[in-house]
């Protein structure tokens, strides 16, 4: 069995030692070392080359190095085999502790203390308990969820919406287009951990701002390609948001001059909200290999008619 690893811009050499240590049987080629192709039966990758995936011709399953598919977007030949996304635990744990540590920041006021501290100004403002503090998530999947039920841990009052109706323990759940107009009415602090689909590209628009009630805050951890930047600024400016924390952009690099950078109001992480573990990470690709081996169907396929 033989597995071709293509990696994104971290290091590959823990991930070639999991690989190794957890998956032994398999012969580990790192791209661009492709021949034999037809040894090829896995691969696990970012942003392949368009039509590298189709040139294989005994592969039977593609996993994407990261939750999101959109790095595949741009192959128009992908060959019909699973392609299956990045679910695992270190990836769930990091994008929950950067939610939670930017709902805090926002609900905590941080941007306004950092402020009085570089004026030197002793003030205090009126503080919210987190019971009245109303979260809402924009998407309800593997890691909203998760990060949905440790605010409400934290006792948030929190919500979410998806595409089809929930039933979650202690989160209100709304689905379609009714129910995204009664999520924004309610909410707070709205937290984005959308995928990026014909769907949900630039939902954090001027339409969606004007639901929210006014001086609400925003998390955009999911795409840049969710938001229109424009109708962000504006919205900050004129006072209809407060505050916003974002991780993705539509140009990444953020440009040395793009106008986030120095807002009063934004704060800017530069797309690290979740990573992968390498070895939870290939845990769970072992696991569907063995699924997949034992003539079981995978876990975490993606629908591309649904678009994620
Ligand atoms: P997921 O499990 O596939 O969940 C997606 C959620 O979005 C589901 O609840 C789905 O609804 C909902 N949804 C999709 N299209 C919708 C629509 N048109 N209207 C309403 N709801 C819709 O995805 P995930 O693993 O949680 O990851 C979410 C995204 O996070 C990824 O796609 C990626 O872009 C982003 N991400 C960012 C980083 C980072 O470092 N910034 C890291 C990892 C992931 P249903 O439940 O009804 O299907």
């Not at 019909?80 to 502790?97: D, F, Q, Y």
């Amino acid at each position: 069995m033989t597995l071709l690893f293509k990696r994104d811009m971290t290091d590959p050499e823990p991930w070639l030692a999991a690989l190794s240590r957890q998956i032994p049987e398999c012969e580990i080629r790192v791209f661009p070392d492709l021949e034999p192709r037809g040894d090829i039966e896995y691969a696990l990758v970012y942003d392949p080359p368009p039509g590298m995936l189709a040139s294989l011709p005994n592969l039977k399953a593609i996993f994407s190095l990261w939750a999101g598919v959109d790095h595949l977007a741009g192959d128009s030949q992908l060959p019909p085999v699973p392609v299956i996304r990045m679910v695992e635990l270190g990836m769930t744990a990091s994008m929950t502790v950067h939610v939670v540590q930017q709902v805090l920041n926002l609900h905590t006021r941080a941007i306004d203390y950092r402020q009085y501290q570089a004026e030197r100004r002793w003030k205090m403002l009126d503080p919210t308990a987190p019971w009245d503090r109303r979260v809402g998530f924009l998407g309800l999947g593997t890691l909203a969820q998760d990060a949905a039920e440790k605010l409400v841990g934290l006792r948030f009052d929190v919500a979410g919406w998806s595409r089809t109706p929930k039933q979650i323990e202690g989160i209100q759940c709304f689905h379609g287009e009714d129910g995204l107009a009664e999520l924004l009415a309610r909410t707070n602090i709205l937290v984005c951990l959308l995928p990026l689909t014909d769907e949900t590209g630039g939902i954090l628009n001027k339409q969606l701002f004007a639901g929210l009630p006014r001086g609400a805050t925003i998390v955009n951890c999911a795409r840049g390609g969710h938001a229109v930047e424009a109708d962000l600024l504006d919205a900050l400016d004129s006072g209809q948001l407060s505050a916003a924390a974002l991780d993705v952009f539509n140009e990444e690099p953020l440009p040395e001059n793009h106008p986030f950078w120095v807002h009063p109001r934004i704060i800017v992480t530069p797309h690290i909200a979740a990573f992968s573990i390498p070895e939870t990470a290939i845990e769970s690709v072992a696991q569907n290999i063995a699924r997949i081996e034992n003539g079981e169907s995978p876990l975490y396929v993606v629908d591309f008619d649904r678009g994620y």
